[in-house]
């Protein structure tokens, strides 16, 4: 029997937890393709994918710096993952969308994170799982910031 001392943190076992995943997630990657995606990446994809947003609006979400971003997404741009475009209305407006590429990649990151769910639940039980969810959703909505972000 372990004692209290013995317990790891409850955030520390969130971190752990979500490293493991995060390991998983970029081995499923890297063997459908996708073996050169940064840390902020999946980030990026998921904004870009709702919305085009300059790079200033992106750094915003992001809660980085312009510089910062534009980093990230000139790595993503030079990778494939990211394209720029016009701005309907006006001209001195650079939008960012996700190339072919990237789509491929978040779909591919969504699929691994549906499956991840579903056989946790087929291992663990999916009541369990559907209970793990529900609470991971209530800490969430608690903080601050709605959106992920990478640190």
Excluded: C, W
């Amino acid at each position: 029997m372990s004692s209290r001392a013995d317990r790891v943190d409850f955030g520390v076992l969130l971190n752990l937890a979500f490293g493991a995943l995060k390991e998983r997630l970029h081995d499923h990657m890297r063997a459908a393709g996708f073996d050169d995606l940064g840390p902020s990446f999946g980030y990026v994809f998921r904004l870009l994918d709702r919305d085009s947003p300059s790079l200033a609006e992106l750094a915003a979400k992001l809660g980085m710096t312009p510089q910062g971003a534009l980093k990230i997404v000139s790595d993503m741009t030079a990778k494939g993952y990211v394209d720029r475009a016009d701005d309907a209305s006006d001209a001195r407006v650079r939008r960012l969308v996700l190339a072919a590429r990237g789509k491929r990649a978040l779909a591919e990151a969504r699929k691994f994170h549906s499956t991840f769910e579903r056989d946790l639940g087929k291992q663990l039980g999916e009541r369990r799982v559907a209970s793990a969810r529900a609470v991971l959703e209530a800490m969430a909505a608690e903080g601050e910031e709605k959106e992920a972000r990478p640190f």
